[in-house]
Nanobody, 123 residues
């Protein structure tokens, strides 16, 4: 079974950037899609971005398109989320998870979850 650990969260001012990492152990992620999700206080967890097993396809929520970029390095068994032009509305706990191919905002099956990393954007 794969274990996922997110890192890179923190406190940043609006307009700033953060880079999150999702590191896997236990087995290779190279055959899995991987998604990023977030949950703000009092809200349901929501889809942010996803990447196919090869990295050839990426999917984004409308709210982050043009600002966030998901990528992966299968040799390092790690998936990344580069977040630019951050807004206070991006404040949430960010989670990564293994997904089906083609995971998107409209449909996504999650296998394993990480424990999450807090992102706080101040105005």
């Amino acid at each position: 079974q794969v274990q996922l650990v997110e890192s890179g969260g923190g406190l940043v001012q609006a307009g700033g950037s953060l880079s999150l990492s999702c590191a896997a152990s236990g087995r290779s992620l190279s055959s899995d899609g991987v998604g990023w999700f977030r949950q703000a206080p009092g809200k349901e967890r929501e889809f942010v971005a996803a990447i196919s097993w090869s990295g050839g396809s990426t999917y984004y929520a409308d709210s982050v398109k043009g600002r966030f970029t998901v990528s992966r390095d299968n040799a390092k068994n790690t998936v990344y989320l580069q977040m630019n032009s951050l807004e206070p509305e991006d404040t949430a706990v960010y989670y990564c998870g293994t997904t089906n191919e083609g995971c998107s905002a409209s449909s996504c099956l999650i296998g394993s979850w990480g424990q999450g990393t807090q992102v706080t954007v101040s105005s």
